[in-house]
């Protein structure tokens, strides 16, 4: 019983079980639809990991109450800036990979000083610097330009210290989850989101924890970068596109709420293996390319509005 409790205190065993589910049925389905799709399992679960990163980020803000419209865009800015760099300034040793972390933290930054300290509606203030990571990225970048350093796509194709990469994007996914979790700040988090008004009684700085989220949230935005540079092996000013709904919808199947106080990693990850999977069944049913955006993002919404009504959240 003891066990159970420990397990229950850093994992939502209900929704952790409900990710699970939905990953599994997916993936079975896919299998059952094209049972060649066992072949390259593996490489449809490194295609989730930009996106569980991405789930990650918009569940530490969804605990404090708030959300990221700005993650996809955000992403896809911190993809092209640093494969920019190699191109056309030559950076393309160790601080290629920094270049993907120091944008993300600015964008984390900047979100978080005008939610945290400024105090703007994080929905309409990320949704306008969505608009301008869209923009600079256009700017920076017209279109998909490659190559990237071959040392760093080398890590793609061969892994990383004998570790396949998607393993090792995995291990670093838990690891970043359950140090969180493990660190007394996440209670500030949960609290922050649940009660802001008793936290504050507390003692607890309410808009320092959420400056803190989307500082959180702009480094896991660079690591998505990081993965989707290596598995794109490119820097591409669109590649944002539906990530930001998706991400939401992975950390709400996941057990956030907007209404904040909730949410695990773990069920996250599961929850964007298992949308990463139904994008890729909508292909093996052969939709038409210029369709599946259209497929996707309506089920996305879907399964949104499903999730959303029976978490009570209307």
Do not use: C
Request: glycine share 12%.
């Amino acid at each position: 019983m003891k066990q159970l409790k420990l397990v229950e205190k850093y994992l939502n065993l209900k929704d952790l079980l409900a990710s699970t589910i939905f990953m599994v049925g997916i993936i079975s389905l896919n299998i059952f639809v094209n049972p060649g799709t066992l072949a390259y399992v593996g490489s449809i679960v490194l295609l989730a990991i930009p996106l569980a990163f991405l789930g990650l980020a918009e569940t530490l803000v969804l605990i404090t109450g708030e959300v990221d419209m700005s993650v996809g865009a955000g992403m896809a800015l911190a993809n092209v800036i640093p494969v920019y760099a190699y191109l056309y300034q030559g950076i393309g040793d160790y601080r290629f990979i920094l270049l993907h972390l120091a944008v993300g933290l600015a964008i984390g930054i900047i979100n978080g000083i005008l939610v945290g300290l400024i105090r703007v509606n994080s929905f309409l203030g990320t949704l306008a610097t969505s608009t301008i990571w869209t923009g600079l990225a256009l700017m920076i970048l017209h279109k998909p330009e490659g190559p990237i350093p071959s040392w760093y796509y080398g890590l793609f194709m061969y892994g990383f210290w004998g570790i396949p990469i998607v393993i090792f994007g995995i291990l670093v996914f838990i690891a970043l989850w359950f140090l969180f979790r493990l660190n007394k700040a996440s209670i500030h988090f949960y609290a922050s989101g649940s009660n802001p008004r008793a936290a504050f009684i507390a003692g607890i700085d309410v808009n320092k924890i959420k400056l803190l989220a989307f500082v959180i949230d702009g480094l896991l935005v660079g690591l998505a970068a990081l993965f989707i540079t290596g598995i794109t092996a490119s820097g591409d000013p669109n590649i944002g596109g539906s990530y930001t709904l998706s991400a939401i919808l992975a950390a709400v199947m996941g057990g956030a709420k907007f209404t904040g106080g909730t949410g695990d990693g773990v069920a996250t990850l599961f929850a964007a293996v298992g949308l990463t999977f139904t994008k890729n069944l909508i292909f093996s049913l052969g939709i038409p390319f210029y369709e599946q955006d259209i497929v996707n993002s309506f089920i996305i919404l879907v399964l949104l509005a499903i999730v959303i009504y029976f978490k009570g959240e209307r």
